[in-house]
């Protein structure tokens, strides 16, 4: 017999491998301490959702897999804040009793109905200060962007975002530094742009880059997500033509 058709007679006789959809539904939590520009823009909220397996039917809208029955607590040295449930898997900081301060250990408790317990901490940093560009000082359109800005105590590392309004420029990078040669840059036509550089702590971090590598780093016990931290800082800068 002909090697090929040995071949073939060997391939037609291997059944298809059925996939393995074994699968236990999981908590999936996704909460942040956020902090703007100003003292007064904070985000404090924390959502709780139930994962699916492929083979379950799908609700048709998110908020059916929300969790909107636990009891949600943040706590500090000082303080023990009950987070409200708001809307679908959204629980938040209603009453603004929460204080974020930048060097202060947070952490996450959640209890859920039947006694099924999910904690994490997050330490929170400092707003970092950007010193270039501003908005006073015109940069070069189709040239690599020099982004500086001052270090930011408890900051584990930064990320750095650009985006304009109109053409819809936009991309962002992570950083360990203080100082970044964007060449993106080059791609940016004489426009209006907004600056973010924000200090991440280590779980909001690890969450990022565990997103974009595809392989999970998990810093919360008893469900998948994130409980981390950001502070940001803002600038409007104009790029010219020179």
């Known amino acids: 017999m002909p090697l090929l058709s040995v071949l073939l007679l060997t391939c037609t006789r291997d059944n298809p491998t059925t996939p393995n959809l074994d699968y236990e539904s999981e908590i999936v939590v996704f909460g942040l301490l956020l902090m703007t520009e100003r003292d007064s823009g904070q985000q404090k909220t924390v959502r709780i959702e139930r994962s699916y397996k492929v083979t379950d039917y799908l609700p048709d809208y998110p908020e059916d897999r929300a969790i909107k029955d636990a009891l ?140 974009s590598n595809r392989e999970p780093i998990l810093r919360i016990d008893g469900a998948l997500g994130v409980f981390g931290a950001i502070v940001y800082d803002r600038e409007r800068f104009v790029a010219v033509t020179q």
């Open 72 to 211: 949600v607590y943040v706590e500090s040295r000082n303080q023990r804040v009950k987070f409200e449930h708001l809307f679908a898997s959204t629980y938040s900081d209603v009453e603004e009793k929460l204080q974020l301060v930048p060097g202060e250990l947070y952490t996450l408790n959640i209890t859920l109905t039947d006694g099924h317990k999910i904690t994490s901490q997050c330490l929170m940093p400092d707003r970092p200060t950007i010193l270039f560009p501003t908005a006073n000082t015109p940069v070069k359109a189709y040239q690599p962007l020099t982004v500086q800005w001052e270090h930011a105590r408890f900051a584990h590392r930064y990320q750095i975002a650009i985006e304009d309004n109109v053409d819809g420029f936009q991309f962002s990078i992570l950083s360990d530094s203080d100082q970044e040669e964007l060449y993106a840059f080059l791609f940016a036509r004489p426009n209006h742009y907004i600056l973010k550089v924000a200090s991440l702590d280590q779980n909001y971090y690890d969450y990022l880059r565990s997103r």
